[in-house]
């Protein structure tokens, strides 16, 4: 194990290469990885669900710590499923789910209001699991506040594995990062956990390789979090690099700049589903109106026909109003990587880039706080030597 020194004003030291193993050095650990392992190889790459008796969920051991599972992507996204069937496998915590119906990934930290949400039990096997029709903090907020779960809180909320990173500004945009995030508020510890996908080079395995990254660093937390001893003013924001299986080790980072370029494009209408739908609705709508026009037109000059009229009818006609025509326009978001300049190895994406999985604490203020990093950095130096 190896260790690297930081410079002044950056973080304490807190880099540890090859912290899996030093993690799984301790009792039992190699064992069980390596049946981790074949449990995870003997996997289809496809999640099995099965339908959940929440019953018999919610009536598991009482001396199992709660663990709540949310993400940004919806429930059905592999990252989640992949997580929760690992710890289900465990058998050491009580696992519960509260997540998205629908993809919610980019919804920040936005809560559903004016609004009611719909909650529907989903069926994963061996959880207690919720979709919820908001977003990520909707789950999270509803599932601590103690209208849908029998228990009052739990011991640890992880929010992820999110498809794609969540480095740098991106934490501002991030669902993933915001479901955890919404639980410290609560003053709930968390987590959330996000790989670094890219389309070119990732295949769903890369999902179940992330969970076995992070699973050792999920134990230690519940461990130290049980003995009081888990830093109480920050959450974990975890990024794991590309080619998890492949990774360089944990490493304590700093929250960078860093921020893809946003470039909005103007699109068509035949290039937008939803405004081809209204237009065809509208354009269904106005043949229907002109229809009944005509009718009522028709009727109207049936009736002064037959009707006799004793006095001069005197039409009075006002100025017709100009029906100036609206012009909708459309656009649509996408972010673009761009070149980042900065070329400190403790920010959170470099590190990622380089292969590390990258460890940032994050904390309420806008600004991390030297005490916190000092407790981050105490608590991860700990975990990864194994002090009790």
Not at 117 to 125: G, H
Not at 142 to 148: C, I, K, P, R
Request: charged residues 20%; negative net charge; aromatic residues 6%.
């Amino acid at each position: 194990m190896t260790t690297t020194s930081v410079k002044k004003n950056m973080l304490p030291p807190g880099l540890v290469n090859n912290l899996q193993e030093v993690l799984l050095s301790r009792k039992g650990g190699n064992n069980n990885n390596e049946q981790q392992k074949d449990d995870s190889a003997a996997d289809s790459t496809e999640p099995s669900t099965s339908t959940c008796n929440e019953d018999t969920a919610d009536s598991n051991d009482s001396s199992k710590p709660v663990v709540l599972l949310t993400n940004g992507e919806g429930i059905d996204s592999l990252g989640l499923v992949y997580l929760v069937q690992a710890l289900v496998r465990l058998g050491l915590y009580n696992v519960h789910v509260c997540a998205p119906q629908s993809d919610k990934s980019v919804s920040g930290h936005s809560v559903t209001l004016r609004e009611t949400i719909a909650v529907t039990p989903a069926e994963i096997d061996g959880a207690t699991a919720y979709e919820v029709s908001g977003t990520t903090v909707d789950c999270v907020s509803l599932a601590l506040s103690g209208a849908l779960f029998s228990w009052s809180k739990p011991l640890l909320v992880i929010s992820g594995i999110n498809r794609g990173s969540s480095c740098g500004h991106h934490m501002f945009y991030s669902g993933v990062v915001a479901g955890a995030r919404e639980a410290l508020i609560c003053g709930v510890p968390s987590l959330s956990i996000s790989l670094n996908w890219k389309r070119e080079e990732s295949q769903e395995s890369d999902f179940k390789d992330a969970v076995a990254v992070c699973l050792p660093l999920i134990n230690a937390a519940i461990r130290d979090i049980e003995k009081g001893v888990f830093p109480k003013s920050c959450f974990l924001s975890i990024e794991i690099p590309t080619s998890p299986s492949a990774n360089k080790g944990f490493k304590l980072t700093k929250q960078s700049f860093w921020r893809s370029a946003p470039s909005w494009q103007a699109v068509s209408a035949n290039r937008h589903p939803s405004a081809a739908h209204f237009m065809s609705n509208q354009q269904s709508l106005g043949i229907q109106l002109a229809q009944l026009s005509r009718d009522a037109s028709a009727a109207g000059a049936a009736r002064r026909l037959t009707t006799q009229r004793k006095n001069v009818e005197i039409e009075s006609v006002g100025a017709a109003k100009s029906d100036t025509k609206k012009v909708k326009k459309y656009f649509r978001l996408e972010f673009v990587d761009r070149e980042q300049e900065d070329t400190d190895e403790d920010l959170d994406f470099r590190a990622l880039d380089n292969g590390f999985v990258a460890v940032t604490p994050l904390s309420l203020s806008p600004q991390i706080e030297s005490d916190i990093q000092t407790a981050a950095s105490d608590w991860i130096s700990s975990a990864l030597h194994g002090e009790q």
